[in-house]
């Protein structure tokens, strides 16, 4: 994709879709940190199934200590991996009452210190939680930006490190989330859509997919 195709690129999934959401439901920092810790190899229905009864009884890292693995367990039964997801998460409470007084930290040095978070986590809840223009390169952010030419990279942090230099500013808060929502639903991993696709003319992919 070339420099000047990457302003229309963006403009035209922005005008599709403004202000981009995150799929999880989430009140609070805390709240969205827990649901993207349970939400790796999951959907985010899943998550969100599980999450409707969690939180109601317990939203706050001292909450989930109060509960327990065990109890948490209880909870988060149907989503993947839960086990070692409630290990985790234990534990990163444990860490937030200790170090950080019951809050979310907003550094990302201090969020990757917590259990079971590593940087795309990190980077979600810096910008959703906090509004800072990070780019959490998820499978399918690192499908799109290879399969378009937007961000070509051999590894998640390439691809993470290229959007930063290649976005323009006014489209590095929402990138993220555009591009997780187009691949999820349009340039999808088996077969893209090309032939609805609406920032067609600027992907590099050939050949693009017919219409059936
Ligand atoms: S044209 Fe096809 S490959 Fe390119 S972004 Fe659209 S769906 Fe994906």
């Not at 590894?155 to 489209?171: A, D, G, I, N």
Request: overall charge positive.
């Amino acid at each position: 994709m070339k420099k000047k195709e990457i302003e229309p690129f963006f403009a035209t999934l922005q005008a599709a879709n403004p202000e981009p959401e995150t799929e999880l439901e989430y009140t609070t920092p805390f709240e969205l940190l827990a649901a993207v810790l349970l939400s790796a190899q999951a959907t985010d229905v899943g998550v969100n199934k599980a999450t409707r009864k969690l939180f109601p009884v317990a939203n706050t890292p001292q909450a989930i200590l109060d509960l327990g693995i065990e109890g948490l367990e209880g909870y988060i039964k149907t989503i993947g991996l839960y086990r070692s997801k409630a290990k985790h998460l234990v534990e990163a409470c444990r860490m937030l009452v200790d170090k950080h007084g019951g809050e979310v930290p907003r550094t990302r040095a201090e969020l990757e210190a917590l259990p079971g978070v590593g940087r795309k986590t990190a980077n979600v809840v810096l910008n959703v939680a906090f509004g800072e223009p990070t780019m959490a390169v998820d499978t399918h952010i690192f499908r799109v930006g290879n399969r378009t030419g937007l961000a070509p990279g051999k590894t998640p942090l390439e691809v993470e490190q290229k959007l930063m230099k290649r976005v323009p500013p006014e489209f590095r808060l929402h990138a993220h989330h555009w591009l997780i929502l187009h691949g999820r639903y349009v340039c999808v991993a088996r077969k893209p859509m090309c032939w609805k696709c609406a920032v067609a003319p600027y992907c590099d992919y050939k050949p693009k997919t017919p219409a059936p």
